[in-house]
């Protein structure tokens, strides 16, 4: 009975120390992953966006011509685009 106990304590541990090393595998790639297809633009105001930039063709007509601190986050391969202003 105690040979029986001692593999399953034995077993035990050894689950967990794979679940552990998945688990900081996992956390280590998601910590160190970086999208480089992610581009990122900021401006101050609407009017300090470039006409040739191409944001523009982003922007729906009715964006505010008023909006201040525009961060613009766009990723065409994934066809994504995220703005944000206050």
Not at 8 to 36: G, Q, R, W
Not at 65 to 78: K, L, M, R, W
């Given at each position: 009975?105690?040979?029986i106990s001692s593999n399953l304590s034995k077993m035990?541990?050894?689950i967990f120390a794979i679940i552990i090393i998945v688990v900081l595998c996992v956390i280590t790639y998601l910590y160190l992953y970086k999208d480089e297809s992610l581009?990122?633009?900021h401006y101050i105001n609407y009017?300090?966006?470039p006409?040739?930039?191409g944001v523009f063709t982003w922007l729906p007509d009715f964006f505010p011509h008023v909006a201040v601190d525009i961060s613009i986050y766009t990723?065409?391969?994934d066809d994504y685009f995220f703005l944000i202003f206050p």
């Amino acid at each position: 009975m105690l040979a029986i106990s001692s593999n399953l304590s034995k077993m035990i541990i050894f689950i967990f120390a794979i679940i552990i090393i998945v688990v900081l595998c996992v956390i280590t790639y998601l910590y160190l992953y970086k999208d480089e297809s992610l581009v990122s633009k900021h401006y101050i105001n609407y009017m300090a966006i470039p006409e040739n930039d191409g944001v523009f063709t982003w922007l729906p007509d009715f964006f505010p011509h008023v909006a201040v601190d525009i961060s613009i986050y766009t990723n065409v391969e994934d066809d994504y685009f995220f703005l944000i202003f206050p």
